[in-house]
C-alpha cells in the first residue's frame, strides 16, 4: 500500500513517538487491559507471565518472554476487534457513552506499544474455537510493511495459554504482548510481585463486590505445568475495607475508621458547559488507636501493617469506581502520614473538569489545585470566592474544584493533628489532646464572678435551655468545627456536667483571624486557627514532645514563643496606628483596654 509523504502524522513516526506516552510502569499498562476486560462485562480476568531460560553472560537466567490478559467478557465482533487496535478508536467515544472506565479508545493500543513490540489478540463471542484474531507488529509498521490494523480473521489460540488456563468462556477475549523490550521487570515473578498490590488498589471495589476476580501466575513456556499463581486481593489506602491484603492483624478487619460526624463530604457540582449537576465525594479515615500501638516500645510503623501502610500514602482518586492515582500533592516527609486515608470519587462526566489523562493515570487540574501554590494566594489575602471569580472571569471551568481542594486541606489539618495527639497518646499511655485544663475552671470562676457584677454575655441567654439540647448544640458546633463525634460528645458532656462556661478547640479556619468565638449551648467554644502563624509561633511550638529533649532545644523554644507573644502585641500596636481616623482609634484603644481588664481578672484568679 503506498505510503502518502504529505501524512499530517506519519503511522510509523506516530507509533514510535506513542511508545513514551507516559505509563509508570508494566503494572499500569497492563491496568489499561483489565479497565477493557471489565468494560466487557468479565467476571474472570487472569495476567499470565510466561518465562523462558536465557543464557546471558554464560549463565542461564530467567526472563519474560509472553505476557497475556485473558477474561470471560463479552468478546468483540470483528469491525469492534479492528477498531480496539486503532489509536484514538473505539466503542466509548461518544459523549453519552462516558459512565464507564473506558473512554478515551487509547488503552489497548497506546498500553501495550509502551511494552513490547508485538500485541496480538483473540477474541470469540460463540466459543472460543471461532476466535477471531488481528495484531500490530512494530517492526512491520517502522518498516512501513503494516499500514493498517489486519481484517480479522479465524485463527486458533495457540495451545500454550489454554493449558495455563481453564477460564476460556463461551466469550472472552485474549491479549499476548511478545518481543517485550520496555518492561524494567525481568521475570513474571517480578512483574507480578510488583503488579499485586498496585492491581489490588486501583480494582478493590470491583474485587470487594466480588463483580470480578483476578488471577495471576507466572510459569516456565517450556513447562507449562509449573505454575505459581495468586488472587488479587483488595488493597484500600482508606483501610476501610474488611478483606484485603493488609498483614494481621488487620488482614480480615479495618485498620483505619471513618472521619467521625459526616463520614463523607459531599458536594454537588453544577458544570456550565454542560448544564447538569455531578456529585463528587470525598471520604476521611485515620488510624485506629490499637494501629498505633506497637509491644515492647516498637515503632508500630516498622511492623508490616505499617509497612503496608507506607506503601499507599496519598489521596486516592476513584474514577466509576477504578482508581486512577495515589496523588501524594499534600505528603510530606512526616512517617505519620502513612495513617490518614482520603479518597475522592467522580463520575466520568467529569473527566474534562479534573483533567483526566488518556492513560488514566492523572486528574491533571485536580492536583495543579491542590498545589501549594494556592496555599501561598490564600495566605496572600485572597478567599476561595475571589478565585474562583478570577476563574470565572477567565472562562476558566475549574472553580468548584478549588471547594474541594480547600476542604481536602482543612480537613487534612484537622487529622494530622490528631494523629500528632494519637503519638504523644501512645507514648504517654493515652491521649490528652481534648482533656479539659485548670484554664477552663478559672475562666468559668472569673465569668460566674463578672455575671454577679452585672456583666452579660451573649452565651448566658442559653445556659437555661435544657441539658440535653446545650449539649447536642456545643457537639454540633464541635463537629463543625473537626472534632471527632466522640471527643465532641465527651467534652459537651463535661461541659455541661461541670457547668463550665469555656470549650477550646483547634481547626484549620477558612479567615485571617487567630481564631473565633462561637456562643453555644450555654458555652462559648473558642477555637484557634491552626492555618495562622500566631499558633504555630504560640501554641504549636509549646504543645511539643519534651520527652528526651535537651535543655538547649526547650530554651530555644520558650525564645521562639516569646518573639511570637511580642509579633503578636506588635501586631495589635500596628493595627490602632492604622485607624484612618481618631474616633475608630479611640475604639480600637477602649477595646485594648477593656479586654485588658477582663485578661486581668482571669489571670489573677489563676494565682
Known amino acids: 500500500m503506498a505510503i502518502n509523504s504529505h501524512d499530517i502524522v506519519p503511522a510509523h513516526l506516530a507509533v514510535r513517538a506513542m511508545r513514551d506516552n507516559g505509563y509508570k510502569n508494566a503494572a499500569y499498562a497492563l491496568a489499561e487491559l483489565i479497565d477493557n476486560s471489565i468494560q466487557a462485562g468479565a467476571t474472570q480476568v487472569e495476567l499470565l507471565c510466561g518465562e523462558t531460560q536465557m543464557l546471558i553472560e554464560e549463565r542461564r537466567r530467567t526472563r519474560i518472554h509472553q505476557i497475556a490478559v485473558l477474561d470471560n467478557g463479552n468478546g468483540m465482533d470483528s469491525t469492534t476487534l479492528r477498531l480496539a487496535l486503532q489509536f484514538g478508536n473505539g466503542m466509548y467515544l461518544e459523549e453519552e457513552k462516558h459512565t464507564g472506565i473506558g473512554r478515551f479508545g487509547m488503552g489497548l493500543p497506546?498500553?501495550?506499544?509502551?511494552?513490547c513490540q508485538k500485541v496480538e489478540v483473540w477474541s470469540w463471542k460463540n466459543g472460543v474455537e471461532n476466535a477471531l484474531y488481528t495484531y500490530l507488529d512494530l517492526d512491520k509498521i517502522q518498516k512501513k510493511i503494516q499500514t493498517e490494523v489486519p481484517n480479522p480473521e479465524l485463527k486458533p489460540v495457540p495451545s500454550i495459554w489454554s493449558r495455563v488456563s481453564n477460564s476460556f468462556g463461551q466469550s472472552g477475549t485474549l491479549v499476548v504482548w511478545s518481543n517485550i523490550d520496555r518492561c524494567i521487570w525481568r521475570t513474571g515473578a517480578t512483574i507480578i510481585n510488583n503488579s499485586e498490590l498496585l492491581i489490588g488498589r486501583i480494582y478493590r471495589r470491583f474485587l470487594e463486590s466480588n463483580q470480578v476476580s483476578i488471577r495471576m501466575i507466572y510459569f516456565d513456556f517450556q513447562n507449562p505445568s509449573n505454575v505459581t499463581e495468586k488472587f488479587a486481593l483488595p488493597n484500600d489506602p482508606g483501610y476501610l475495607i474488611a478483606t484485603t491484603s493488609c498483614p494481621k492483624p488487620f488482614h480480615d478487619t479495618p485498620m483505619f475508621q471513618p472521619w467521625e460526624g459526616e463520614k463523607h463530604y459531599e458536594i454537588t457540582l453544577t458544570i456550565d458547559f454542560r448544564g447538569q449537576q455531578h456529585s463528587v465525594k470525598i471520604s476521611f479515615s485515620y488510624a485506629k488507636e490499637e494501629a498505633r500501638q506497637a509491644p515492647g516500645g516498637q515503632n508500630p510503623g516498622s511492623l508490616p501493617h505499617g509497612q503496608h501502610a507506607a506503601k499507599n500514602v496519598g489521596i486516592s482518586v476513584v474514577r466509576a469506581g477504578r482508581e486512577l492515582e495515589l496523588d501524594q500533592t499534600l505528603v510530606n516527609a512526616n512517617p505519620t502520614e502513612r495513617w490518614w486515608g482520603i479518597e475522592v470519587e467522580f463520575p466520568p462526566a467529569l473527566d474534562d473538569l479534573f483533567g483526566v489523562t488518556n492513560n488514566k493515570q492523572f486528574a491533571r487540574n485536580f492536583a495543579e489545585l491542590l498545589n501549594p501554590d494556592i496555599e501561598f494566594l490564600l495566605k496572600e489575602g485572597k478567599t476561595i470566592s475571589q478565585l474562583k471569580e478570577e476563574f470565572r472571569e477567565d472562562d476558566d471551568p475549574r472553580g468548584p474544584l478549588l471547594d474541594i481542594a480547600q476542604k481536602i486541606r482543612s480537613q487534612l489539618g484537622i487529622i494530622r493533628?490528631?494523629?500528632?495527639?494519637?503519638?504523644?497518646?501512645?507514648?504517654?499511655?493515652?491521649?490528652?489532646?481534648?482533656?479539659?485544663?485548670?484554664?477552663?475552671?478559672?475562666?468559668t470562676v472569673v465569668t460566674e464572678e463578672r455575671k454577679r457584677e452585672g456583666h452579660k454575655g451573649e452565651s448566658d441567654k442559653q445556659e437555661s435551655l435544657p441539658k440535653e439540647k446545650r449539649q447536642k448544640g456545643i457537639e454540633e458546633t464541635l463537629n463543625e468545627q473537626g472534632v471527632t463525634e466522640s471527643q465532641a460528645i465527651l467534652l459537651a458532656a463535661k461541659t455541661v456536667d461541670d457547668g463550665l462556661k469555656y470549650v477550646f478547640a483547634e481547626a484549620d479556619l477558612e479567615t485571617a483571624a487567630f481564631f473565633s468565638v462561637k456562643p453555644k449551648g450555654g458555652a462559648i467554644i473558642v477555637t484557634l486557627n491552626t492555618n495562622h502563624p500566631a499558633y504555630k509561633n504560640l501554641v504549636e511550638i509549646l504543645e511539643k514532645d519534651v520527652e528526651g529533649v535537651d535543655e538547649e532545644t526547650l530554651r530555644s523554644r520558650l525564645t521562639n514563643s516569646l518573639e511570637g507573644l511580642k509579633l503578636l502585641l506588635m501586631a495589635w500596636a500596628r493595627y490602632e496606628d492604622e485607624q484612618p481616623d481618631g474616633r475608630r482609634r479611640q475604639m480600637a484603644q477602649d477595646t485594648r483596654v477593656d479586654w485588658g481588664r477582663i485578661a486581668r481578672q482571669f489571670l489573677e484568679q489563676e494565682e
Request: cysteine-free; proline content about 0%.
Open 417 to 443: 493533628r490528631l494523629l500528632e495527639a494519637q503519638t504523644k497518646g501512645s507514648r504517654s499511655g493515652g491521649s490528652k489532646r481534648y482533656e479539659m485544663t485548670k484554664a477552663e475552671e478559672v475562666a
Open 110 to 115: 497506546s498500553s501495550s506499544v509502551s511494552q
